[in-house]
């Protein structure tokens, strides 16, 4: 069983910077690949970005390459997605997601676990 808890969401304006952190509980963690995922009013929810099991791997959505880094710390348990050059088509509340794989999924029906989400708000 794994808990997730995302923190750091907010207000920022456009071509700003905010980083998302989620903090997982469960002795387990590092057996699963993480992604970040968001959902905006009246939209899919979509994928961001993953990171594999070891931290080694990374892969993003082509929308926010470049600007979005996934990082992760299996001594504290952590998934950060570090977000720059922000636009306002951010706007979302961003999820993260464990699955029990080596290198995460883009599509969401197969992670295992969720985050309650946080709300990213990017004004112009």
């Known amino acids: 069983q794994v808990q997730l808890v995302e923190s750091g969401g907010g207000l920022v304006q456009a071509g700003g910077s905010l980083s998302l952190t989620c903090a997982a509980s469960g002795r387990t963690f590092s057996r699963y690949a993480m992604g970040w995922f968001r959902q905006a009013p009246g939209n899919e929810r979509d994928f961001v970005g993953a990171i594999s099991w070891s931290g080694g791997r990374t892969y993003y959505a082509d929308s926010v390459k470049g600007r979005f880094t996934i990082a992760r710390d299996n001594a504290k348990n952590t998934v950060t997605l570090q977000m720059t050059s922000l636009k306002v088509e951010d706007t979302a509340v961003y999820y993260c997601?464990?699955?029990?794989?080596?290198?995460?999924?883009?599509?969401?029906?197969?992670?295992?676990?969720w985050g309650q989400g946080t709300q990213v708000t990017v004004s112009s």
């Open positions: 997601a464990a699955i029990r794989s080596l290198y995460g999924s883009s599509r969401s029906a197969q992670y295992d676990y």
